[in-house]
């Protein structure tokens, strides 16, 4: 049975990508995972500067999900370099980089630092971030999404993946500026603007107030926002949100997703993907079908 599929060139083993900032760079699992049924990791994303993030508490786990507000900690380009790099291309798995900023040239300018290392194929630019106060997400206005990413197209041949934020009104006027501008793939969805309250001490119970909110209980939102993007565009998807099992990346795939992203699970089960690539293979084995591709857009309605 064929579990590879491809984003446009991009090609991966299996459709299973382990989200940005769930499973580090990698190196930090080693031993835990198993790295054969992972189609790709993405990195933690980013920026120019190193960052420390935003202020304590940035997690707090809800009844039914989860609201981070980690505040693209990382150690900025050249500590990705000097730091992560070297161990990332050492991996028995294919890598994508997810690139963040809080401007265009904050974005071109890692983009240019980086076309030149043959070790990357793939960037996953991040415009949608919820954890950092910028009055407007990039991912927000259709403008401001076609010209960065016509401006990376410009800058690199390596794969591009956009990533969109939910938080907006048309995704697919959003998506459809990202393709038409030079992007190879979408990434869809990220995390929903979320909130938690102490009541007895009246405050948030995270340090930054607010946060992106996660796991199970945004499943159905993110599978509608995949869906409306995919019966509308003829583009690569990574659909995520709340992802498990299985039969929840089963779900993204039929409707409309290339590849499946997994994210909170990671937290709790380091190993999830091994598991949601063995589920998939016993679906398809059921339903006698040879190709995982066979399976995109197949909701029947």
Same mark, same amino acid.
């Given at each position: 049975?064929?579990?590879?599929?491809?984003?446009? &060139?991009?090609?991966?083993?299996?459709?299973?990508?382990?989200?940005?900032?769930?499973?580090?760079?990698?190196?930090?699992?080693?031993?835990?995972?198993?790295?054969?049924?992972?189609?790709?990791?993405?990195? +933690?994303?980013?920026?120019?500067?190193?960052?420390?993030?935003? *202020?304590?508490?940035?997690?707090?786990?809800?009844?039914?999900?989860?609201?981070?507000?980690?505040?693209?900690?990382?150690?900025?380009?050249?500590?990705?370099?000097?730091?992560?790099? *070297?161990?990332? #291309?050492?991996?028995?798995?294919?890598?994508?980089?997810?690139?963040?900023?809080?401007?265009?040239?904050?974005?071109?300018?890692?983009?240019?630092?980086?076309?030149? +290392?043959?070790?990357?194929?793939?960037?996953?630019?991040?415009?949608?971030? *919820?954890?950092?106060?910028?009055? +407007?997400?990039?991912?927000?206005?259709?403008?401001?999404?076609?010209?960065?990413?016509?401006?990376?197209?410009?800058?690199?041949?390596?794969?591009?993946?956009? +990533?969109?934020?939910?938080?907006?009104?048309? #995704? #697919?006027?959003?998506?459809?500026?990202?393709?038409?501008?030079?992007?190879?793939?979408?990434?869809?969805?990220?995390?929903?603007?979320?909130?938690?309250?102490?009541?007895?001490?009246?405050?948030?119970?995270?340090?930054?107030?607010? /946060?992106?909110?996660?796991?199970?209980?945004?499943?159905?939102?993110?599978?509608?926002?995949?869906?409306? =993007?995919?019966? &509308?565009?003829?583009?690569?998807?990574?659909?995520?949100?709340?992802?498990?099992?299985?039969?929840?990346?089963?779900?993204?795939?039929?409707? /409309?997703?290339?590849? =499946?992203?997994?994210?909170?699970?990671?937290? =709790?089960?380091?190993?999830?993907?091994?598991?949601?690539?063995?589920?998939?293979?016993?679906?398809?084995?059921?339903?006698?079908?040879?190709?995982?591709?066979?399976?995109?857009?197949?909701?029947? =309605?």
């Amino acid at each position: 049975m064929n579990l590879a599929v491809k984003l446009n &060139n991009l090609q991966l083993p299996t459709p299973v990508i382990c989200a940005s900032g769930t499973f580090g760079y990698g190196e930090e699992l080693k031993g835990l995972v198993s790295f054969k049924n992972i189609g790709a990791i993405t990195t +933690k994303t980013i920026t120019p500067q190193a960052r420390a993030g935003n *202020p304590p508490p940035r997690i707090y786990e809800t009844e039914y999900g989860v609201i981070n507000s980690i505040g693209l900690e990382n150690p900025g380009l050249e500590g990705f370099l000097e730091e992560k790099l *070297p161990m990332l #291309v050492k991996l028995p798995v294919k890598s994508i980089i997810s690139v963040g900023g809080f401007s265009q040239e904050d974005y071109e300018g890692i983009v240019k630092r980086l076309e030149d +290392k043959k070790e990357i194929e793939a960037f996953e630019i991040n415009l949608s971030c *919820p954890n950092i106060k910028m009055k +407007k997400m990039f991912s927000q206005k259709k403008e401001l999404t076609y010209n960065l990413v016509k401006s990376l197209r410009s800058l690199t041949k390596k794969t591009l993946i956009i +990533k969109i934020t939910p938080e907006i009104d048309d #995704v #697919v006027e959003i998506a459809k500026a990202a393709q038409e501008s030079g992007a190879d793939a979408l990434s869809l969805v990220n995390t929903f603007f979320a909130l938690s309250i102490n009541i007895e001490t009246k405050k948030p119970h995270l340090g930054s107030i607010y /946060g992106g909110y996660s796991a199970r209980a945004i499943k159905p939102l993110a599978l509608y926002k995949v869906w409306q =993007v995919a019966r &509308n565009l003829d583009i690569p998807i990574i659909g995520g949100g709340g992802i498990e099992r299985a039969s929840d990346a089963i779900e993204f795939i039929l409707a /409309g997703a290339t590849a =499946v992203s997994i994210g909170t699970i990671n937290l =709790v089960y380091p190993n999830s993907a091994t598991y949601i690539a063995k589920g998939l293979k016993d679906y398809m084995k059921r339903k006698k079908i040879n190709d995982i591709n066979e399976l995109r857009g197949g909701m029947i =309605v």
